[in-house]
């Protein structure tokens, strides 16, 4: 019998497909998008993990005593996850970007509905189907940040300081999702396990509905 975290990626299968084909994330993965574009993805970036920590404290609240080894998983999670927005007003400093600015900026609407999808689940729905957020932010990290930050270091001529967000996420998240596959195998309820599933067939469009809504213009290299 497979374990529910198999289970869960087979389920989510086809949303996951239908991001990792988005052309912007396609473009960014094969380093080929110009440092507008990378500073467009930055900002979108900032103003929706700005708010990981507080939805993982929300939803480690609204955990119910049942289940508390889940509220302790949320604790370890945000230990790990705090601070991570300042890497990314330093990456856009790094990159001749206005952090100050983006720090005063409104997120675009696609980045506003994700967070307000993700509060209605944490307060209004079910707080367990938060980790099918974080299947998505943290799976696909997995597949495209590393290889993504070595390509448009290269293709942009930017330091290694300019791509610490994508660095880091690459190699934190594999750790990360060996502890999530863990955690979510230890779902025992179908309802649990249903509204993991469906946030993140959710998630998994919203998300990509921030790369759709990106400026998209390449660089050299991509015509090379």
Same mark, same amino acid.
């Given at each position: 019998?497979?374990?529910?975290?198999?289970?869960?990626?087979?389920?989510?299968?086809?949303?996951?497909?239908?991001?990792?084909?988005?052309?912007?994330?396609?473009?960014?993965?094969?380093?080929?998008?110009?440092?507008?574009?990378?500073?467009?993805?930055?900002?979108?970036?900032?103003?929706?993990?700005?708010?990981?920590?507080?939805?993982?404290?929300?939803?480690?609240?609204?955990?119910?005593?049942?289940?508390?080894?889940?509220?302790?998983?949320?604790?370890?999670?945000?230990?790990?996850?705090?601070?991570?927005?300042?890497?990314?007003?330093?990456?856009?400093?790094?990159?001749?970007?206005?952090?100050?600015?983006?720090?005063?900026?409104?997120?675009?609407?696609?980045?506003?509905?994700?967070?307000?999808?993700?509060?209605?689940?944490?307060?209004?729905?079910?707080?367990?189907?938060?980790?099918?957020?974080?299947?998505?932010?943290?799976?696909?990290?997995?597949?495209?940040?590393?290889?993504?930050?070595? /390509? =448009?270091?290269?293709? +942009?001529?930017?330091? $290694? &300081? *300019?791509?610490?967000?994508?660095?880091?996420?690459?190699?934190?998240?594999?750790?990360?999702?060996?502890?999530?596959?863990?955690?979510?195998?230890?779902?025992?309820?179908?309802?649990?396990?249903?509204?993991?599933?469906?946030?993140?067939?959710?998630?998994?469009?919203?998300?990509?509905?921030?790369?759709? /809504? =990106?400026?998209?213009? +390449?660089?050299?290299? $991509? &015509? *090379?």
């Amino acid at each position: 019998m497979n374990d529910y975290y198999d289970q869960l990626l087979a389920e989510t299968k086809s949303e996951r497909d239908t991001l990792l084909s988005i052309p912007f994330i396609q473009h960014g993965w094969r380093g080929e998008l110009s440092l507008q574009s990378y500073l467009a993805f930055l900002e979108q970036a900032y103003h929706h993990v700005k708010h990981t920590t507080p939805l993982l404290m929300a939803c480690g609240s609204r955990v119910p005593s049942d289940k508390e080894w889940l509220r302790n998983a949320m604790a370890d999670y945000i230990k790990e996850e705090v601070g991570h927005q300042e890497w990314i007003l330093n990456d856009i400093r790094t990159c001749g970007g206005e952090p100050e600015k983006v720090l005063h900026d409104a997120p675009g609407a696609a980045a506003e509905l994700m967070i307000a999808y993700a509060y209605h689940t944490v307060e209004r729905a079910n707080p367990v189907g938060f980790l099918g957020m974080v299947l998505v932010l943290e799976g696909t990290s997995v597949h495209i940040a590393s290889q993504a930050a070595h /390509n =448009l270091r290269r293709n +942009l001529g930017l330091p $290694a &300081a *300019a791509f610490s967000y994508l660095t880091s996420h690459g190699a934190l998240d594999v750790s990360h999702m060996d502890f999530y596959k863990r955690l979510v195998n230890r779902l025992q309820d179908p309802a649990d396990q249903s509204w993991v599933i469906h946030c993140a067939k959710l998630f998994y469009r919203l998300y990509g509905d921030i790369f759709r /809504n =990106l400026p998209l213009s +390449l660089n050299s290299a $991509a &015509a *090379a």
